[in-house]
């Protein structure tokens, strides 16, 4: 299959959810990650995820 | 998420399988289960002495047979690279994810080349390099597939930039 477009690439994700099992809801995934220290070992990963956990706190502290 | 014990097709966050009522297994680095972890824990008990060779190759044989159904639709592991099937017009922006996730095959295929020498020749000794394989794969397909979601994401943001500009213009 090729990876022509934005659906491609969600497929593809989808079905690397479903070889290993993953909960495809990828923010519970990623903060599961990053709790695990499984990501570590990548500068790219580490800014994806405190991008990602920043998100998480901001919009844990704008609810009333 | 399947039970590898029993194959049942359960709902995620279960701590045990709804059909065969067996915990689905969970240990360090995993925070849940998934098929990996649910592998990964069978090796060790398998080492320990706690689990039957039997059971061992029947949860290898049901994760096998969900990279069959990858395969089916993505082709062989290594065939051809994923970023190699990129479009031109994605290449910029998603291959750096599809690198990371064609590593992770890579160890996927060792992985699965280790486990055979268990199943079928026996040796044992493959099972713990077969373990570090498997954690590989899963490090690697989760960050290749997290960088193309955070793409995906940008995409989503700079489009709705383009709409937003659009009705500014008017």
Known sequence: MELAGSHDLR???????????VNPNHTQWLQSEAEAGRLEDSKDMQNLVSSL???MIG???SLP | MICL???HDGRYGSPDCSQCGLPLRVAPPHVEPNHLSQLQVAI?????GTLERDR?????ERFEERVGEFEQRWGGLMETLLKDRLAEGLRQNYEAATVEIDRSLASLVDALSLLQEFSEDGNEEALLPAREQLLAFFRLACGGCALVLHELELEQLR????????????
């Open chain 1, 59 to 61: 919009m844990e502290v």
């Open chain 1, 11 to 21: 497929a593809l994700v989808q079905d690397f959810c479903q070889l290993t099992g």
């Open chain 2, 159 to 170: 489009q709705i930039r383009v709409g937003n500009s659009a009705d500014f213009s008017l």
């Open chain 2, 56 to 60: 061992l190759l029947q949860i290898i």
């Open chain 2, 44 to 48: 060790d008990e398998y080492l320990e």
């Open chain 2, 5 to 7: 014990e029993c194959g």
């Open chain 1, 53 to 55: 956990l920043l998100r």
